[in-house]
């Protein structure tokens, strides 16, 4: 596993600050699940109903929204929840390495195995 910052802070920001979202913005991510979820079921009643239901098949908006991609949207949407929010994001890094660790109380680095459990939590 490859330390990649800007991949691993959108993951970060996308995995526990999705409350400063938008609703449309929390819309196009479900409609990211569903449309990945969909591309790998095998059944394909499920997959159609995946992207009609939750994937936003039929929403111009959405599709346009991830016309450059979904790794392009959710960077976007991590810079400007950083830029409009940057004072309510607290990034967790490890003391050591300094690297992103996995949740904000996280006290073990998934990246270095540095542990710091003794530290008060933010």
Do not use: D, P
């Given at each position: 596993m490859d330390y990649n910052e800007d991949d691993i802070l959108t993951t970060y920001i996308w995995n526990h600050?999705?409350?400063?979202?938008?609703?449309?913005?929390?819309?196009?991510?479900?409609?990211?699940?569903?449309?990945?979820?969909?591309?790998?079921?095998s059944d394909l009643h499920m997959a159609d109903m995946l992207r009609r239901r939750w994937g936003g098949a039929d929403a111009p908006a959405i599709n346009a929204a991830l016309q450059q991609g979904n790794d392009v949207f959710r960077q976007q949407v991590c810079e400007r929840l950083l830029a409009a929010y940057g004072d309510q994001i607290f990034i967790n890094r490890c003391p050591a390495c300094q690297r992103i660790v996995r949740t904000p109380k996280a006290r073990l680095c998934v990246w270095c195995g540095h542990t710091w459990y003794e530290q008060a939590t933010v």
């Open positions: 600050y999705t409350h400063l979202m938008t609703n449309f913005e929390r819309q196009v991510g479900s409609a990211i699940i569903a449309r990945t979820k969909a591309e790998s079921s």
